[in-house]
């Protein structure tokens, strides 16, 4: 399976510290309603290092209920524990799962090799798809191209989620890995420089607001018109910069709960933004921007 287009990185909506899972489930409606080519709970977004195993496998089994096949779901199962990334992965096969993502493991710093042995374990040990996860921005680990390649030969590693934001690489996974492995890139504000330099898609943040933006910028990127993927990348790129003006996925629930979807929670560490935060005001005005919010009277 390739994945390719549109994916969003999932928030987990909180409610008193507890899932909220009629919010959950309208934000996948939401989400698929609005044109997403697929969704990734349990990732960055979804404040994975905070849910317990019992909450991240109640996540998923939502998310793939409420999708009932009509897009994937790419569910983020990583650790820096190897077994347990593993008992992740297999706990999102059970929940029907269309694949897991894996993150480099972060804090322990392992080796290329390591690395290497990391990845390949987990593939080996549960029968669905992996892509990879390169942010080592977070993780303080960087999975490069030649390592990479390595994994691409492994049949059930079938793509990358390349957060770096470096155009090159993308030219150098490709070249190293062919055309038939998926490169996402994990960068919203560096998506249509890496559709044009050869990737498949995108794990999003702020398609949790603009799903169906990013599936046509992806589609059109995808068709060869460059004209409208130039046009719909700048009218998502002031919002997408603000969403990550501070540790996501703070930015994005604060717009979401300006919206109504969701409460403003976040699980500590991490704190919601302030009430008199100027990333406020500006997030505000970014989406009526973009169209998603009406101005105020």
């Not at 409420?66 to 897009?71: D, E, K, L, P, Y």
């Not at 398609?207 to 995808?222: E, I, Q, T, V, W």
Request: glycine share 10%.
């Amino acid at each position: 399976m390739k994945f390719f287009g549109a994916y969003t990185a999932l928030v987990t909506p909180w409610t008193g510290g507890r899932l909220d899972e009629a919010a959950l489930a309208a934000h996948v409606e939401a989400q698929i309603a609005g044109g997403i080519d697929g969704l990734v709970p349990c990732g960055t977004t979804g404040e994975s290092p905070t849910l317990s195993h019992a909450e991240h496998v109640q996540v998923v089994e939502k998310v793939v209920s409420v999708c009932r096949g009509r897009v994937p779901v790419l569910a983020g199962a990583g650790s820096n524990s190897t077994r347990e990334a593993i008992d992740l992965a297999r706990a999102c096969k059970a929940a029907g799962a269309d694949g897991t993502l894996q993150i480099t493991p972060y804090y322990n710093k392992p080796t290329q090799a390591g690395l290497v042995a990391h990845f390949t374990a987990i593939a080996d040990a549960v029968d669905l798809p992996v892509v990879l996860y390169n942010v080592p921005g977070r993780t303080g680990v960087d999975l490069l191209p030649e390592t990479v390649e390595v994994l691409a030969r492994h049949e059930r590693i079938v793509g990358i989620k390349e957060a770096t934001g470096d155009m090159r690489r993308v030219f150098d996974l490709r070249r190293r890995c062919g055309g038939d492995f998926a490169i996402l890139s994990g960068d919203d504000p560096t998506v249509l420089p890496l559709l044009a330099a050869g990737g498949d898609g995108v794990i999003s943040v702020t398609s949790n607001l603009l799903p169906g933006l990013f599936a046509d910028l992806c589609a059109a990127a995808r068709g060869g018109d460059l004209a409208r993927a130039r046009a719909l990348h700048a009218r998502h790129l002031p919002l997408s910069e603000a969403l990550f003006a501070t540790t996501n996925p703070i930015p994005v629930k604060a717009a979401l709960a300006m919206l109504g979807r969701i409460a403003d929670e976040l699980r500590l560490p991490l704190v919601p933004l302030p009430p008199d935060d100027p990333l406020r005001a500006r997030l505000r005005a970014c989406l009526v921007e973009a169209g998603v919010l009406a101005p105020s009277p």
